[in-house]
C-alpha cells in the first residue's frame, strides 16, 4: 500500500520560498501521477499543481502559475513542490496525491488514490 508523508511546510513572510517534499513508502511512485492540493479554513480543497509520469508533463492552477515549480526524482521516490515569491493567500495545509496515471480529472480530489497527512504553510510578516 502507498503511503505519502508530506514535510517542508512553516512560517514564512510574503515573498519568501519553501520547498514541500512528498515522500512515498510501499510502492514505488513511477506510474502514478502526483498532485498538490490545499485546503485554507473554510474553504473547498483546490488543486494547486500535478505532474504525470515525468518532469514533462506538468500542470498548474493559474494562480501559482510562475511560482510554483512540482517536479519527481523516480529514484528517491519523491515529489516536490518549489514556492516561491509567496503570497498571504497561499496560506493553507498543502496534501499531496497520488493517482494511477491520470489522464483526465488532475483537479478533481476524487481522481486520486492515497494522501498525505499534509503540512501547514503560512504566509504572513
Known amino acids: 500500500q502507498l503511503q505519502l508523508v508530506e514535510s517542508g511546510g512553516g512560517l514564512v513572510q510574503p515573498g519568501g520560498s519553501l520547498r514541500l517534499s512528498c515522500a512515498a513508502s510501499g510502492s514505488t511512485l513511477d506510474d502514478y501521477s502526483i498532485g498538490w492540493f490545499r485546503q485554507a479554513p473554510g474553504k473547498e480543497r483546490e488543486g494547486v499543481s500535478c505532474v504525470g509520469n515525468s518532469n514533462d508533463n506538468t500542470y498548474y492552477a493559474d494562480s501559482v502559475k510562475g511560482r510554483f515549480t512540482i517536479s519527481r526524482d523516480n529514484a528517491k521516490n519523491t515529489v516536490y513542490l518549489q514556492m516561491n515569491s509567496l503570497k498571504p493567500e497561499d496560506t493553507a495545509v498543502y496534501y499531496c496525491?497520488?493517482?494511477?496515471?491520470?489522464?483526465?480529472?488532475?483537479?478533481?480530489?476524487?481522481?486520486?488514490?492515497?494522501w498525505g497527512q499534509g503540512t501547514q504553510v503560512t504566509v504572513s510578516s
Open positions: 496525491a497520488a493517482g494511477l496515471q491520470l489522464i483526465e480529472g488532475i483537479w478533481d480530489p476524487s481522481s486520486y488514490d492515497y
